[in-house]
């Protein structure tokens, strides 16, 4: 009885690392076929993975609800508990401890997991736009070559730190009342801009292109829609 119960634990951590290198991305793209293949076939397992999921994200609520009321929370009222604190019995001391390292855990499963999700959705939208749809006709041979690179970084996650801060500065040049060599790309530019800072995990800074996108291109053109499909998301 006990090898069946040992057995079964083994099988569930063995479960609950996978699950977490998965949301973690940590995972090879031929595991994440295997792994995601197994998803639709094992209840167990599914079951698992969106219990871990519900409860990183509930967790997330609560580090939120316990931020706010910090804030709300004088210094001395703060450095009143941390006092009464110290005068616990050591065994509900040792309690509390167990119980924020748990927290703690939890908590960075959940940064992990956001991780994941933003980094995923950058990677779902990258294509979206090809850049041999983009990149055609009379452009200048040195524009063509540098905007094909840049798009072509951020679409397969390469050099992504430099990629965005070149497309920052075109960004800004794009969107420039007088008309330039960038003018036309713009709406480009921003969406790439946007994708490359997801797969980088800048999710803020990818939110305020998304945002200042919104206000220029109407959701009746495509790039406009997929601006709010993406930002619906975050």
């Not at 969106?50 to 450095?79: C, G, N, P, W, Y």
């Not at 090809?130 to 540098?146: A, C, L, Y």
């Not at 730190?161 to 075109?170: E, H, P, Q």
């Amino acid at each position: 009885m006990n090898e069946v119960n040992n057995t079964i634990q083994d099988k569930d951590l063995l479960n609950e690392d996978r699950i977490i290198r998965f949301m973690q991305g940590k995972m090879s793209a031929d595991e994440e076929v295997v792994f995601q293949a197994e998803l639709k076939t094992n209840e167990g397992l599914r079951n698992q993975a969106i219990a871990q999921a519900r409860l990183v994200k509930s967790m997330k609520q609560v580090d939120d609800e316990i931020k706010e009321a910090f804030r709300h929370t004088d210094e001395q009222t703060i450095k009143k508990i941390a006092h009464q604190a110290t005068g616990v019995k050591k065994q509900v001391t040792r309690w509390l401890a167990i119980a924020a390292s748990v927290v703690f855990i939890i908590f960075v499963g959940f940064k992990a997991y956001d991780y994941y999700d933003t980094t995923s959705i950058g990677k779902e939208y990258a294509n979206a736009f090809p850049t041999s749809s983009i990149i055609r006709g009379e452009t200048d041979t040195k524009i063509k070559t540098e905007l094909t690179s840049l798009f072509n970084k951020v679409s397969n996650a390469e050099d992504l730190d430099n990629a965005t801060s070149r497309l920052s500065v075109l960004w800004k040049q794009a969107k420039q009342d007088t008309y330039n060599d960038y003018t036309d790309y713009a709406p480009y530019i921003g969406w790439y801009l946007a994708i490359g800072y997801l797969e980088n995990y800048e999710k803020s800074k990818a939110k305020a292109i998304l945002e200042e996108m919104k206000e220029m291109y109407p959701e009746e053109i495509s790039i406009g829609d997929k601006v709010r499909t993406i930002r619906s998301k975050l």
